[in-house]
């Protein structure tokens, strides 16, 4: 599902106009993107996802073409993490709404 078919889906079952649907997608965006990129807090939504940024360490890798060991540095990265009840739909334990 892309992003304008998303925002479709949400204005059929929310019965919010697709503008209102697009700029509240929007603002989330950009809150998620603010959160990250501070890296002191999380969004969570408690049993669907959480967003946050996270440090990677440096570290030694190998060039998979030559052999030839390669230094990475440590860098920060995003990280999303799905929710229990997200995981538990994505196994079939539970059937997804509608």
Request: proline share 3%; hydrophobic share 40%.
């Amino acid at each position: 599902m892309n992003k304008t078919e998303l925002v479709a889906a949400i204005t059929e079952r929310s019965g919010v106009s697709k503008a209102d649907v697009e700029r509240t997608l929007k603002a989330f965006e950009e809150i998620a993107q603010q959160t990250v990129a501070k890296g002191k807090d999380a969004i969570t939504v408690p049993g669907f996802l959480k967003i946050e940024q996270t440090q990677r360490a440096a570290r030694m890798g190998v060039n998979p073409q030559t052999g030839e060991r390669v230094k990475y540095k440590a860098r920060k990265s995003a990280k999303i993490t799905a929710g229990s009840t997200l995981k538990r739909v994505a196994a079939g334990e539970v059937k997804a709404p509608r």
